[in-house]
Structures are given as C-alpha cells and as structure tokens.
C-alpha cells in the first residue's frame, strides 16, 4: 500500500520552449520545417553513401551512422514538442518520457562514440597511410561501428531502466521542453543517488573519455601535418579531416557549455538554446558541412535528383 501511495504520476507536464503562447505559435511553423530539413537532409546523405561506390569508404560509412543517429537524436524529442506546441495543456506520459529519455540518451551517447571512431579513422589515413586498408578494413568497420551502437544503446537502457526504481508523486512540472535526466530526478519522492552516480559515471566515460580520444587523436593529426613539407600536401591532408573537425567543435562546444560550467552561470533559458543547438541546428549542419566541399557527395546527389525527376 505505501507503494502504490508513491507511484500517482502516470503523465508529466512540460514547461516548453517559450512562456508565452504567441512564441509558440511563432516558431512551430519554423521548428517544423527545420525538422524537414534534418530527416531529408540526413536520409539523402545515407541513400548518397548507399548508391555511390566511390562513397564505400570507412569515413563514409560511418558518416552513413552518424546521420541515422541525428534523425533518430531530433525524432525523439521534435514531434512531441511540435505536438505540445499546438496544444494549451502540454503533456507527456510516463512511458512517453521513459522513450523519450531512452532514445535521445542513446543518440547522444552513440554520437560522442561515433565522433572519437571518425576521429581514429582520420588519424589512422593521415598518420599511417601505408597501413590504412588493414587497419580500417571492412570487419573492422563494422565491429566498430556495432559496438558503438551497443555502447550507447546498453548505457542508456541502464540509466533510463534505473528511473524505474523512483517513486514520483507529485510535483509532475518538467522545466524543460523534452525529458532530461537531471529535471526527472528533481521530480522524484525517493532518493535519487545511485541513477546520479551512474548518469555521473557516463559523463566521465563517454564525454570526457571520448573528448581526450578526439583531443589526442588530433593532436597527432595536426604534428603529421606539420611534418609535410609541401603546402599542398599539407592543404590535401588537412583537407580530408576539415568536415570532422568543424562537426565535432560545434557538437562538443554545446557539451562542455552544458556540462562542464559553475553552478553559479546555471541559467534554464540559456539550457533550452544549448538542447536547441544539439537536438536540432548540430543534425541539420552535419549533412550540409559534409557534403558542402565534397566533389563526390554531390556527384551521387546529382545522381539521386535525376532519378526522382525521371520518375
């Protein structure tokens, strides 16, 4: 009985991105569109990297991940919020929100472990171009690539499994526009320790664990090039790891605002801007920073383009 007393919140209430309902109005239409963007913009590099055999390269092939994961990072959170948009009363259930937490926890997870993947890739063409084929050959690709999904995807079972052990009875206010780990722990009656002991573990393992494997593997990346001795074949090598470089200083940058700050500069207006940067603007950049300098993307988007014109 004194369980069942604790366990009264079947559904939670969202604060959303803007306090007043005009603002909601106002962006809905551009949040919408934006979200277009992402899933098309995303599934037209995959379907490029599919159809294009100069595109079967481990840098693209993980590229290919790296887009299914930010179509699946901005669904798990844009729908519901576009729909609460629209709505006065803005709700999600508590099945609802465990998904939610489930499936945003483990894109975001699965993107720093793809970033630091990317990142060896580089390294491995730059640094050893001699022994590039053996060393990132199909198999390997493929394990690393399953294994960063099953990394990310085991984390975030674990820690969204663990909220099933709190008991929430009231307050059921999320000031958040999606649900977060740190907003749902506020929310619970009982002792949510061991959930931030472990979300604390992950920080340390995938976001400063992968930060140091991105920062190190650049290092080496950048000492190569110096070493060239040419202007263009420094140009070339640079080149080759422009696009990765640009998509992991705009990914991390929004992760070390949110995470690695003083709680004095905590602000949840500045937050909400920071999720927007990660969930929505990082998915919609990746796709065109990719393809913006690349010769052979836009070949097999040419490509793409006549075949649904033909049809």
């Known amino acids: 009985m004194e369980h ?3 366990t009264r919140v079947t559904e939670f209430i969202m604060q959303g991105l803007f306090d007043h309902p005009h603002h909601q109005g106002l962006f809905s239409g551009r949040f919408l569109c934006i979200y277009t963007a992402v899933i098309m913009g995303n599934s037209l590099i995959i379907v490029a990297i599919v159809i294009h055999p100069p595109l079967h390269t481990p840098m693209y092939f993980f590229i290919a991940n790296l887009a299914l994961v930010d179509i699946l990072c ?11 948009m629209m709505q006065e009363k803005k709700t999600i259930s508590f099945g609802g929100c465990m998904t939610q937490l489930f499936v945003l926890t483990s894109s975001l997870g699965t993107e720093l472990l793809l970033l630091s993947v990317m990142s060896y890739d580089r390294y491995v063409a730059i640094c050893h171009p001699l022994h590039y084929v053996k060393l990132m050959s199909k198999e390997i690709c493929i394990c690393l690539a399953v294994s960063v999904w ?49 979300i604390f573990m992950a920080d340390i393992f995938l976001a400063m664990g992968n930060f140091l494997l991105t920062t190190v593997s ?13 202007s263009k074949g420094k140009q070339r090598a640079f080149s080759t790891c422009c696009s990765h470089l640009i998509v992991v200083t705009l990914y991390y940058s929004t992760i070390i605002y949110t995470y690695i700050r003083p709680t004095s500069s905590y602000s949840m207006v500045k937050d909400k801007k920071v999720a927007i940067m990660y969930t929505l603007v990082s998915p919609t950049l990746n796709p065109v920073i990719y393809s913006l300098r690349n010769k052979e993307v836009k070949v097999a988007m040419k490509k793409i383009l006549q075949f649904t014109t033909k049809k």
């Open 74 to 84: 901005t669904s798990s959170v844009l729908p519901k919020m576009l729909a609460n």
């Open 218 to 230: 650049y290092s080496f990346i950048i000492i190569t090039i110096l070493k060239i001795r040419s």
């Open 150 to 198: 099953a990394v990310g995807t085991v984390n975030s079972f674990v820690n969204s499994l663990l909220i099933l052990r709190l008991d929430f009875c009231g307050p059921n206010l999320v000031s958040h526009f999606f649900c977060e780990f740190p907003t749902i722990f506020g929310l619970s009656c009982s002792s949510a320790y061991l959930n931030e002991i472990m």
């Open 4 to 6: 069942s007393n604790h």
